[in-house]
């Protein structure tokens, strides 16, 4: 779950695409970084760390250029090294850059034709470098000097036809304009809006409504399942359908944890999804528990916020703060291994011994997935005085790994997987355990007035929308991406690049 965006402007852009990826930092905070083209060339700064270390004033200050796209990293391939931080960038044709949000599942196979029938050259293990090549090689076999909308839809048809997995990009054509997709079951997320200026419309497209939101610009809608848009460097705009098979089934982690409650995704507020599964967890809780003994409800910090306040409501029992996190600390569960991961939960939360002392405490957390911040904060509530201990998820159990870009390569990291909920709660140590049902999470995002009704739900049910994942495609994910692994492929870095200093 990166963050991309993309935006054709009247004046400089560099400022707000800045903005931009700060708005879209809860997405990626690995690396970070921009292009931008002017009069044919481009101008590029991308590095590892968050976007205000990135880009200094003397970045900016060559990030000239009216059109640009940006990236804020959180690695579900290759490895975290900065040669895979985005945009990448090839030469031919007509020089492109491209930023994605998601993840390949038949990375292999493309890697394979790119070499032995397009005839093209990857220095990375990133997925998206991948991409980028086919798109590259699509639009070059459409054989125009000027490429039109009809030759980039066309080589958007083609990706849409050899690649399998999730992906949102952005696409930047050196002195053309930015191509914008999604694919054909929209498991990413995908937004474009306007801005009116005194020299003309401006069109921004981003991974969520807030960055938009932000910077001054309207939604004007998301883009559909297998749907291109392309705007060029003059301001024209352009959408077509470029999948014979579209199906709309956005990711529903999205709601749960990855997007900002402030964004609409696929014509959803994230926000009121969330207060709906806190709502959906009070009945459940009336239901399965109708004489608790909760004296108090307690959110952990941040995401869980939203859901946490509804369900106290529906209970009618008090809403606390119990913890107060350091707002310097980054988000946990995107951190790249699981000594950092760990580590951050005690820096970033602290007890308010008040709220605990005697008292039987409920913690509501948006989800649970390897169970690194659970474990540690009963610990911590319990420390403080608490009596009891309940714990409940807004999100059902994360039983099955994610291969669509969130990274959960490895089932075995999953703390639910092969384990009942009574088997849970106790590892982590609640009293006892709540976990959201799949249906009620389905029926908060698909509120009353969405049209949406399918979601990719892999992550609680093992499907895959894609219906190319099997047993050996996730066993081999599992020894690729498993912590282990992860710190042997992170020493492997090579740069080969636009000039980026
Ligand atoms: O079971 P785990 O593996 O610990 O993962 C789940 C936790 O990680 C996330 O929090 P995070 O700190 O990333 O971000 P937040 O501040 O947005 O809640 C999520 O909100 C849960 O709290
Ligand atoms: N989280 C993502 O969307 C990751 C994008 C891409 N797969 C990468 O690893 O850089
Ligand atoms: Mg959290």
Redesign the pocket.
């Known amino acids: 779950m990166c963050g991309i965006v993309g935006i054709v402007g009247k004046s400089s852009v560099n400022q707000s695409l800045y903005d931009a990826l700060t708005v879209l930092q ?1 997405r990626g905070q690995d690396a970070a970084g921009i292009v931008t083209c002017h009069d044919g060339r481009l101008f590029l700064r991308k590095d590892n760390g968050l976007v205000r270390d990135v880009f200094q004033q003397r970045h900016m200050q060559r990030l000239v250029g009216n059109m640009g796209i940006g990236h804020v990293r959180y690695p579900t391939a290759g490895s975290s090294s900065s040669a895979e931080a985005q945009p990448f960038y090839v030469n031919s044709p007509y020089g492109i850059t491209l930023a994605h949000n998601g993840n390949l599942t038949n990375v292999d196979q493309l890697n394979k034709e790119i070499y032995e029938s397009d005839l093209r050259h990857v220095n990375t293990n990133s997925d998206s470098e991948v991409l980028l090549n086919v798109f590259a090689h699509e639009l070059a076999v459409q054989g125009k000097l000027q490429p039109t909308e009809e030759e980039v839809f066309a080589a958007v048809s083609k990706v849409h036809e050899r690649c399998r997995g999730g992906y949102a990009v952005v696409a930047m054509i050196t002195g053309y304009g930015i191509v914008g997709f999604r694919d054909p079951n929209a498991i990413r997320p995908i937004v474009f809006g306007q801005r009116h200026t005194e020299s003309g419309v401006e069109y921004m497209i981003a991974s969520e409504s807030v960055a938009l939101d932000v910077l001054g610009f309207t939604l004007i809608r998301d883009l559909a399942p297998g749907e291109a848009i392309y705007i060029t460097s003059a301001g024209e705009l352009f959408t077509r359908q470029c999948s014979d098979h579209p199906r709309y089934s956005p990711c529903i982690f999205e709601h749960v ?1 990855l997007a900002r409650s402030d964004s609409f995704m696929d014509g959803v507020s994230v926000y009121k999804a969330r207060l709906r599964m806190g709502e959906k967890l009070a009945e459940k809780i009336l239901r399965e528990y109708s004489d608790h003994d909760i004296d108090v409800i307690i959110p ?5 916020r939203t859901a946490a306040m509804e369900l106290a409501t529906r209970l009618g029992v008090k809403f606390r703060e119990g913890f107060v ?1 350091n707002r310097y600390i ?6 790249p291994g699981q000594a950092a ?1 760990k580590k ?2 005690r820096q ?1 939360l602290n007890a308010i011994p008040l709220e605990f002392k005697g008292k039987n405490v409920m913690l509501v ?11 540690q904060i009963i610990q911590m509530a319990r420390d403080a005085g608490a009596r009891k201990v309940y714990f409940c998820s807004a999100a059902p159990a ?1 039983r099955y790994p994610n291969v669509y870009g969130i990274d959960m390569p490895s089932v075995h990291e999953l ?1 639910a997987h092969n384990r009942t909920t009574e088997e849970v709660a106790q590892l982590i140590g609640a009293d006892w355990l709540l976990y959201q049902d799949l249906q009620d999470l389905i029926d908060s995002v698909a509120g009353p007035k969405v049209k949406i009704k399918e979601f990719d739900c892999a992550v609680f049910d093992g499907q895959y929308v894609t219906g190319d994942v099997d047993e050996v495609y996730l066993n081999r994910i599992e020894q690729a991406r498993n912590d282990a692994s992860k710190a042997k492929t992170n020493a492997v870095s090579a740069i080969i690049d636009l000039y980026n200093s």
């Open positions: 809860h944890y952990i910090p941040d995401t869980s996190k980054g988000r946990t569960f995107i951190m991961r951050s939960v970033k957390d948006d989800s649970i997935v390897r169970g690194t911040t659970c474990k994360v703390i």
